[in-house]
């Protein structure tokens, strides 16, 4: 294992300072000299984001908006965003991946894919289409990859992480038996207030001999969150399960490729010290099988009892709890919110945001059922209230799949959500099915009560996917 700090090696070659830092400070103003610092201010706006369609029309793929406005025009149903006509452009070759600070009055995002993939911009909220950008640039490529996985993992420090897994055969190609894999994470702090690089490791994934003989391997990893008492680093795992009996084969492009067979282990998380990111471990749920690695979205809550509340998203249904004094799954903590729901269907959460003592906010979809939900739960009480919005039986939510769809693909907005904005007392959501004009909901977290708030003008294979 090779934990190393800024000014150090990375993956066997030394990085420069000005490649690792590359903090290009803004000259066009006093407000922008120096560091940008935390956020430290009230809340101004609420930030909503918006992914529109790339050069091919695939929807929601060639880049993101973003448009700010204030809480009082959020809940004006007459005021109008077009975030996607009038946005500020973010940095980013897809869809960008964006974090937001705890008042609003900074953007982060890691640019994702293409040639400045990797590259991680920090923005001042200003109103409207106005985003500053800080110059604190930082180039997290060498350690990513150009399609990092990142979040805010405790306010002022993001974690980006990256996994690949290796597998060791009898030959290349096909007709090859499987001997055994091994799986590697990447991790990188990030500190947001005066951006840099502060740490960064790389090791092989601890899984036991027996578990790679058996075909066990982790090949993504994301969401990583810092525990209360900020002494470990937690993150979600994709656990898959190679078939070792039997031979490999190509895919489309060429490249050897496993059967897959089910794995038993449960759910799993990866866990280190924090801030060394020495001793890694994994920890197993006895509940659940799901994998809890997310997609594009935040899943992992420390909750205001020290404890962290884990979604199995964004198939599950289960939230599970990892005890803030033991640092393992809480076996005797199970909240199924398909049972909650009473839903007929599968239920995947796809979105969800803990707010304050145990309550929180779910975005759902559920199995044969066209739409998207959403729905405030009791963590405590492990029961669920259904928030009714105006379109959301509308399938662009939940999307189609291209043989429901007579051979092209439908995207859903509720799978491609990254983030619900909390202030005070109220909740913001934008809803809007793929190609479909909606309205920001603000949602009450105490009373339950919505409202529908701005209208969002929408565009074909566009749709909002955050709110900050």
């Given at each position: 294992m090779k934990t190393t700090t800024l000014r150090s090696i990375v993956l066997g070659s030394v990085v420069a300072l000005g490649t690792m830092v590359s903090c290009e400070k803004s000259n066009n103003g006093s407000e922008n000299d120096g560091p940008s610092g935390p956020d430290i201010w009230g809340r101004k706006f609420i930030t909503l984001t918006a992914a529109f369609p790339d050069g091919e029309g695939t929807?929601?793929?060639?880049?993101?908006?973003?448009?700010?406005?204030?809480?009082?025009?959020?809940?004006?149903?007459?005021?109008?965003?077009?975030?996607?006509?009038?946005?500020?452009?973010?940095r980013s070759q897809r869809t960008a991946r964006v974090q937001g600070s705890v008042n609003g009055n900074f953007l982060y995002n890691i640019q994702y894919t293409g040639a400045d993939g990797g590259i991680f911009n920090k923005y001042r909220v200003e109103g409207q289409a106005k985003f500053a950008d800080t110059r604190e640039e930082l180039d997290t490529e060498p350690?990513?990859?150009?399609?990092?996985?990142?979040?805010?993992?405790?306010?002022?420090?993001?974690?980006g992480v990256y996994a690949s897994a290796t597998v060791q055969a009898s030959k290349e190609g096909a007709d090859a038996d499987f001997i055994d894999v091994k799986s590697?994470?990447?991790i990188a702090v990030i500190d947001l207030d005066n951006p840099e690089i502060s740490r960064q490791t790389e090791f092989e994934i601890p899984l036991t001999a027996e578990q790679t003989?058996?075909?066990?391997?982790?090949?993504?990893?994301?969401?990583?969150?810092?525990?209360?008492?900020?002494?470990?680093?937690?993150?979600?795992?994709?656990?898959?399960?190679?078939?070792?009996?039997?031979?490999?084969?190509?895919?489309?492009?060429?490249?050897?490729?496993?059967?897959?067979?089910?794995?038993?282990?449960?759910?799993?998380?990866?866990?280190?010290?924090y801030p060394s990111l020495a001793n890694p471990k994994l920890i197993y749920s006895t509940n659940s099988r799901a994998n809890n690695h997310s997609y594009r979205t935040m899943t992992q809550y420390l909750g205001?009892?020290?404890?962290?509340?884990?979604?199995?998203?964004?198939?599950?249904?289960?939230?599970?709890?990892?005890?803030?004094?033991?640092?393992?799954?809480?076996?005797?903590?199970?909240?199924?919110?398909?049972?909650?729901?009473?839903?007929?269907?599968?239920?995947?959460?796809?979105?969800w945001r803990y707010i304050q003592d145990g309550t929180a906010v779910v975005m759902y979809t559920e199995t044969g059922v066209n739409g998207g939900f959403l729905a405030v739960l009791d963590l405590n009480a492990k029961t669920a209230t259904k928030i009714s919005t105006e379109k959301q039986s509308d399938v662009g939510y939940s999307g189609l799949s291209a043989n429901q769809n007579n051979g092209t693909a439908l995207t859903g907005t509720f799978g491609q959500f990254q983030h619900i904005a909390v202030s005070g007392d109220n909740v913001y959501i934008p809803m809007t099915p793929n190609g479909v004009d909606g309205n920001l909901y603000v949602i009450n977290w105490k009373t339950k009560q919505a409202v529908k708030g701005a209208k969002l003008k929408n565009q074909s294979g566009s749709f909002y996917i955050g709110a900050y």
């Open positions: 929807a929601g793929n060639g880049g993101t908006r973003a448009f700010s406005i204030t809480p009082e025009q959020a809940a004006d149903p007459n005021f109008e965003v077009d975030a996607i006509g009038q946005g500020y452009v973010l350690i990513l990859g150009q399609a990092p996985r990142w979040v805010v993992a405790a306010e002022g420090t993001g974690v590697n994470a990447r003989k058996n075909g066990y391997q982790i090949g993504r990893i994301d969401v990583p969150i810092i525990n209360a008492a900020k002494n470990k680093l937690f993150i979600g795992c994709n656990l898959t399960r190679i078939d070792v009996t039997k031979k490999s084969t190509l895919n489309n492009s060429g490249n050897q490729t496993w059967s897959s067979a089910t794995a038993t282990l449960g759910t799993a998380t990866l866990v280190v010290d205001s009892d020290g404890n962290i509340y884990q979604a199995t998203a964004t198939s599950g249904s289960q939230i599970l709890r990892i005890s803030s004094s033991t640092g393992e799954y809480d076996a005797s903590y199970n909240f199924d919110v398909k049972a909650a729901l009473g839903a007929g269907g599968n239920v995947q959460i796809r979105a």
